[in-house]
């Protein structure tokens, strides 16, 4: 979303509206986000920075009051500095925003580990994610990327391009190779283009959001996708861009909720349906152990060996044909005919049961249907909280929503402990997720020395550690789910989120981990909320 050109135009813009104003204050009211209020005395604005990599941004927004509990601020030092500059790297995604005070705070908007550094004398004093891993260290340096004079005739079009100016946003190349068929041009032809192409993003940027949900500075002349949204200033539809981007990833999480719930549905209602259709096998079972108690009750008077499991005898139903019959050892004859009339009566009730209940299951099947043909055209998430609420009555009967739906559809099981969630992993990948999605004042455990799953205590952002009762409880959980399982005790260590790190290329669920304590649980199962 911020590549360098785009970057060219929002450092002018924002530069232009907070030179000269203050920083009030800075604050994360979601995970991954950061909003730095700047006070002009007349107007105050967010200045709002995205860490996530897959909507890495930077741009300025109107005011909106803070949220009051359960936030963080940052940058303590920096309340009531003014703002004296702010300044792009050469070819680089790196924006600095200096201040009085000699302080300045440096933007990294690449990597897959977007975030904002305070920096004095050259050296990183405080940063928004994972401060205690890179206190004390020199700030990143712009990197230039190797503009290429020459052309590798055997690339692609998109390496060639690429090759000739490596700043150019690479999620919209494909689409302007296409239209204008760069992979039918010679090299020489390439290099042209794309130094032309490059020139204009310079020298006549549009700037707009593409049905697509991308943004881009080419003129339809070079880009010709229809456009969501057209604006004067690049930093009006870079926000549009992001809150865009914002609300498809909740409208996609929120939906993929609901859809894989009523999925699972509607596979439990047709199997259920398959089922209750071969009912006429119940009524089959009925008609057979009724004929083998006749048969034994006129067998009735004989005697049969303790310990006999099977009897032969002839069936009058079949021409005298022999049938042998399955005994219970613990009965005589007229016994184990009373077991097989109970039999045949309970297999004619199953029978009666599948046909009472195959009209409703049915009926419960096309409404689930109905469901999911509906979902599926919901593209706004105000429009499906509007649907959930007009349809909660129907799923809950189906039972979303229920704590069992709950545990099968997350990506990791969750439980309370008074006003404390509780957060384990289920296998190595949920593992993974789990630990990157906690916040880094949490709290992580894990049995030690064995595999199993990671453990979180969700602190809703607060520093401390939770009271002894549910840092025990928690770590009983780990053990539990864990290869010390069978263990009296089995050690656990836990520490906080922000010490816990996936070194690069690690396998599924490895972590390294620092600073970690060590209690003696008993293992534990969790006990459904």
């Not at 680089?92 to 897959?112: A, Y």
């Not at 009058?316 to 219970?328: M, N, T």
């Not at 290329?505 to 981990?513: D, E, K, L, T, W």
């Amino acid at each position: 979303m911020n590549n360098f050109y785009t970057l060219i135009y929002l450092n002018h813009e924002i530069k232009e509206k907070i030179e000269g104003a203050f920083f009030s204050f800075a604050i994360s009211p979601h995970k991954d986000v950061l909003h730095l209020y700047i006070d002009r005395g007349d107007e105050t604005s967010r200045l709002i920075f995205s860490a996530n990599f897959k909507e890495t941004a930077l741009f300025l927004d109107f005011y909106r009051p803070p949220k009051k509990s359960n936030v963080i601020e940052f940058f303590p030092s920096l309340e009531e500095q003014k703002v004296t500059g702010m300044r792009l790297a050469d070819k680089d995604r790196l924006v600095s925003i200096f201040f009085e005070n000699g302080q300045h705070l440096l933007f990294k908007l690449f990597s897959g580990h977007p975030n904002v550094f305070l920096v004095e004398d050259d050296m990183i004093i405080d940063a928004f994610k994972n401060p205690e891993e890179v206190k004390g260290e020199t700030p990143p340096e712009p990197q230039a990327p190797t503009f290429l004079d020459e052309v590798s005739p055997k690339r692609t079009a998109k390496n060639q391009m690429t090759e000739v100016n490596p700043l150019l946003p690479r999620n919209l190349l494909p689409y302007l190779i296409d239209q204008h068929n760069v992979d039918e041009m010679e090299p020489e032809e390439v290099k042209a283009f794309t130094k032309e192409a490059s020139q204009a993003l310079l020298d006549d940027p549009h700037p707009r959001v593409l049905k697509t949900g991308d943004f881009t500075l080419w003129s339809t002349e070079w880009l010709d996708i229809p456009s969501e949204k057209e604006c004067s200033e690049v930093n009006d539809c870079v926000a549009f861009a992001y809150k865009n981007a914002v609300h498809l990833r909740r409208l996609h999480d929120k939906k993929k909720d609901v859809v894989e719930f009523l999925e699972r549905s509607k596979a439990q209602k047709e199997s259920l349906i398959n089922q209750l259709q071969q009912a006429d096998k119940s009524l089959e079972r009925s008609d057979e152990y009724e004929k083998y108690g006749h048969l034994l009750m006129a067998h009735a008077h004989e005697e049969i060996t303790e310990g006999t499991t099977e009897i032969t005898v002839e069936d009058f139903y079949e021409e005298d044909e022999e049938v042998s019959i399955p005994l219970k050892e613990d009965k005589d004859i007229a016994g184990n005919a009373e077991y097989y009339y109970e039999k045949a009566k309970d297999a004619k009730k199953s029978y009666q049961k599948a046909k009472q209940r195959l009209p409703k299951v049915k009926k419960d099947l096309k409404e689930v249907e109905t469901l999911l043909d509906e979902i599926s055209e919901i593209e706004h998430l105000p429009d499906l909280d509007s649907w959930i609420k007009n349809n909660k009555a129907k799923l809950e009967e189906f039972g979303f929503g229920s704590s069992e739906d709950k545990q099968a559809s997350s990506p990791y099981r969750k439980f309370k402990e008074g006003k404390y969630e509780i957060w384990i992993g289920k296998n190595a990948k949920s593992n993974d997720k789990l630990t990157s999605h906690a916040h880094k004042e949490d709290v992580w455990l894990h049995a030690r020395g064995v595999g199993g799953s990671h453990v979180v205590i969700r602190m809703g952002n607060t520093k401390d550690y939770p009271p002894q009762r549910v840092l025990l409880k928690a770590a009983s959980y780990a053990a539990y789910y864990s290869k010390a399982r069978g263990m009296k005790a089995a050690p656990v260590m836990y520490t906080k989120v922000k010490y816990v790190r996936k070194p690069k290329g690690a396998a599924p669920g490895a972590v390294v981990v620092e600073r970690e304590q060590v209690e003696m649980v008993p293992p534990m199962k969790p006990k459904s909320n």
